[in-house]
């Protein structure tokens, strides 16, 4: 009764309040759809396919918006990605590729539960960075989860310090997120620009989230500590984990390493031969799970039906389509111009105002969303003659670090909760979740935001 109230009162609140902060009749009732939806969400996790299933058929039947305009906003490009991005995973863990590399973590000389921490974290971020952030969490995922089986600990804290890592690590570089390789290309941002920029900041904000999750989860690493005594002294069972890499495992990291080439030089393949941006990011994934596939035809029916996570595919559909529709309806425009236009022009101000309200909008929406909603502000804000390039970097690093705050706050959450709740049939509450990723989230883009103001011009 406490959840449902809470929803009802959700509903009121935006029905009294947005035509208040400057909202249409119209975008109220999209906004009110939209948040009861993500209330929804967030208070009944494992009914979250039902909310966002009823709420694009309430916006439909509201005329909110169209068929053919909801189905765009679903982003396809984005659900094939992640397909294509989970079909090669899928090939990689057949082929032993985790089990090589949970051995070689294992095998570290006089590894301990803070080194193995550490460590996790740290490949958590450069892998994050190298592949984005989708590909990333799914690979760290199921590594923790074996190692934890290992060593019999439970996963839970491993697998929120990676997905917190993650999402830290996505904004180092331009192919780390989605929302990076938007505002390059409307920012006319390069891959140096992001290592010239990005990456240092990136690398702080790192280290301060690696301090604070060592506190906070120092009990599971002093236990962690436990358990790995007695395994590095089983000298047997060492040996017995001793694994090299065959021919299967030596061609799927071929392939997927193959992918991540075309993904790194996408930019100057789509300029040679004329393509349209982007295109040949999005599509990347797609083709070389078509190699995969080919390659292991014995196991295509596996692979598309058991390690594509179809639950989060679908998830992601909707939920792309519910925020698009807030977009589409201009609320999300009334909202972040009033954001903005009450604090004047000062570049440090305008900076603060972008990075804290796309950090706690990126709580609640999806980050790409509330990233497309601010481009147009930020370059309005260019013929002000203000200086934005440190404000298309406030709006870069609050959509990552405030994606950490809530459980569905980036595609990496999601993904990884579905993982472990499929997994090991354990689920992460919404308030376990937030008591942490409060704490990271607010600390990081404070971290964040002065950073950009002195080393950012």
């Keep these: 009764m406490k959840k449902l109230l809470i929803i009802i009162v959700t509903a009121l609140f935006i029905a009294f309040g947005g035509p208040r902060i400057g909202l249409s009749s119209h975008q109220t009732i999209v906004a009110s759809i939209f948040c009861v939806s993500i209330m929804g969400v967030l208070l009944y996790w494992e009914l979250r396919l039902s909310f966002v299933f009823l709420g694009a058929g309430v916006m439909l039947l509201s005329r909110s918006i169209d068929l053919e305009n909801l189905i765009k906003f679903a982003s396809l ?32 000389k ?42 019999d600990i439970d996963p839970i804290p491993l697998i929120m310090a ?74 047997l069972f060492m040996s017995l984990i001793t694994i090299s890499t065959d021919i299967k495992t030596k061609i799927s990291i071929g392939i997927f390493v193959s992918m991540l080439v075309s993904i790194f030089f996408h930019r100057r393949i789509e300029t040679i031969f004329g393509l349209e941006g982007n295109s040949i990011l999005m599509i990347t994934p797609i083709v070389f799970a078509g190699i995969a596939l080919l390659y292991r035809r014995d196991r295509m029916r596996h692979y598309v039906e058991r390690e594509v996570e179809w639950t989060s595919v679908l998830f992601f559909l909707f939920l792309f389509a519910l925020a698009g529709v807030v977009k589409y309806s201009g609320a999300s425009d009334v909202i972040a111009r009033g954001l903005t236009g009450k604090f004047g022009n000062p570049a440090n101000l305008l900076s603060a105002v972008l990075i804290y309200s796309s950090s706690l909008l990126s709580a609640i929406l999806d980050n790409t969303v ?88």
């Design 162 to 235: 990676s997905v917190l890592a993650t999402n830290i690590g996505s904004s180092g570089t331009l192919l780390g997120n989605p929302v990076g390789i938007l505002i390059a290309a409307r920012a006319n941002l390069s891959f140096e620009d992001f290592m010239r920029n990005a990456f240092p900041v990136t690398a702080i904000v790192f280290i301060v989230t690696l301090v604070i999750l060592s506190l906070w989860y120092r009990k599971i690493i002093k236990k962690m500590s436990e358990r790995l005594i007695p395994l590095k002294e089983n000298y």
């Design 77 to 108: 490009d984005v659900i094939l990605f992640l397909i294509g991005t989970m079909i090669l995973v899928g090939m990689l863990n057949d082929a032993g590729f985790f089990y090589w590399v949970i051995t070689r973590l294992l095998r570290i």
């Design 370 to 457: 509330v990233v497309a909603t601010y481009i147009p502000i930020v370059q309005s804000l260019g013929s002000l003659n203000i200086n934005i390039k440190p404000l298309w970097w406030a709006v870069l690093f609050g959509a990552c670090y405030g994606g950490n705050i809530t459980i569905i706050g980036s595609t990496a959450n999601i993904i990884a909760m579905d993982i472990l709740e499929k997994s090991r049939g354990v689920k992460i509450g919404f308030y376990p979740w937030l008591k942490v990723g409060l704490v990271v989230g607010i600390v990081t883009t404070t971290v964040a935001y002065l950073a950009i103001i002195f080393l950012i011009h």
């Design 110 to 151: 006089n590894v301990t539960g803070k080194k193995l921490f550490i460590l996790i974290m740290l490949l958590s971020g450069i892998l994050s960075g190298l592949m984005g952030e989708v590909a990333s969490i799914i690979i760290m995922s199921k590594i923790i989860l074996d190692i934890c089986d290992l060593i």
